[in-house]
């Protein structure tokens, strides 16, 4: 069964690095989200991306964060200077045809700023 | 935006018993999704459900869009079943953003 791959599965950087997470959506999928989940929180929407265009952004998803499509298969969020707060594990999902349908999701990034 | 309530918080079940886990939420859905969170962190699709009955082997959901609630039931828990569930819902907005509960916190004792 296809699935959302993610990588690395963990990161720790320094406060004030740059980190880039990987996400490779299922293959035929037209929709792609990162969300985070602090430890212990719920999980929190970070941003919506289709057709090459970011489509919604939470408050959280500031100036320091970003996200590509890079080719025909990646996914990335860049977070260019890391806080402490940032720490989190961060996950991909995607949807097929339409934004309403099922969100799978990777098995995540845990990402610790020291 | 929509706010999305689960209960109860946490719940403590011996081997074998069964459990309701409730989701509330505040406006119209067009996505509502149970999740499983292992230990491992990662989220385990359960259901996409957002209205009707669905059933997967000890596990089935109902949503009454209606009334704005959805229920996930566990038949002869497992210590496997163990980990947080979450309901996530999506609202009338065309973006697929999807707003997760706190979460039921399920511990079943052997």
């Known amino acids: 069964e296809p699935e959302v791959t993610q990588t690395p599965s963990h990161q720790v950087t320094q406060m004030g690095q740059e980190v880039i997470l990987r996400c490779v959506p299922i293959?035929?999928?037209?929709?792609f989200y990162w969300y985070r989940q602090i430890l212990g929180q719920k999980v929190e929407f970070l941003v919506s991306?289709?057709?090459?265009?970011?489509?919604?952004k939470s408050e959280i998803f500031d100036d320091q964060f970003s996200v590509e499509r890079p080719d025909g298969s990646n996914f990335t969020l860049k977070i260019r200077s890391t806080k402490l707060e940032d720490s989190a594990m961060y996950f991909c999902?995607?949807?097929?045809?339409?934004?309403?349908?099922?969100?799978?999701f990777g098995p995540g990034t845990r990402l610790l700023v020291l | 935006g929509i706010q999305v309530e689960q209960s109860p918080p946490d719940l403590i079940l011996q081997e074998g018993a069964n459990s309701t886990l409730r989701c509330n939420f505040s406006d119209s859905v067009n996505n509502l999704q149970w999740f499983h969170q292992n230990p491992w962190g990662q989220l385990i699709n359960l259901f996409y459900?957002?209205?009707g009955t669905k059933q997967n082997g000890r596990l089935s959901a109902t949503t009454v869009a209606t009334e704005r609630y959805s229920l996930l039931y566990i038949s002869s828990s497992q210590t496997t079943d163990s980990g947080v569930y979450f309901c996530a819902v999506g609202g009338s907005g065309n973006t697929g953003k999807l707003i997760f509960g706190q979460g039921t916190t399920l511990q079943v004792k052997p």
């Open positions: 991306f289709y057709n090459n265009e970011i489509s919604e």
């Open positions: 999902a995607s949807s097929e045809l339409t934004q309403r349908e099922t969100q799978y």
């Open positions: 459900i957002p209205s």
């Open positions: 293959s035929n999928h037209l929709y």
